[in-house]
């Protein structure tokens, strides 16, 4: 069992930056796969960027490719989304995930309860 909670949402304006964190707690986090997750109002849960067990491998959405990054601290527990220069389209509830396989599908073994960004414009 893994217990996800991020935090690091807020309201910023649009060319902005936002840091996200998700800590975890349970069993062998450095041996989950880690992905960030996003859902707009009215609009299916999408996938944002993952990163693998190790952090030697990630990958992005396009949507997001050149602007976020994707990184973790299995010292720490802690995985992290740096968001940078934020469009109003970016606006959503961010998720957190891991998972034993790694995958940028919305598969994932377990959630966090979801952090929201706000990008005005």
């Known amino acids: 069992q893994v217990q996800l909670v991020e935090s690091g949402g807020g309201l910023v304006q649009a060319g902005g930056s936002l840091r996200l964190s998700c800590a975890a707690s349970g069993r062998s986090f450095s041996s989950y796969a880690m992905g960030w997750f996003r859902q707009a109002p009215g609009k299916e849960r999408e996938f944002v960027a993952a990163i693998s067990s190790s952090g030697g491998s990630t990958r992005y959405a396009d949507s997001v490719k050149g602007r976020f990054t994707i990184s973790r601290d299995n010292a720490k527990n802690t995985v992290y989304l740096q968001m940078n220069i934020l469009k109003p389209e970016d606006t959503a509830v961010y998720y957190c995930?891991?998972?034993?396989?790694?995958?940028?599908?919305?598969?994932?073994?377990?959630w966090g309860q979801g952090t929201q960004v706000t990008v005005s414009s």
């Open positions: 995930a891991a998972n034993p396989l790694f995958v940028t599908v919305s598969t994932y073994r377990y």
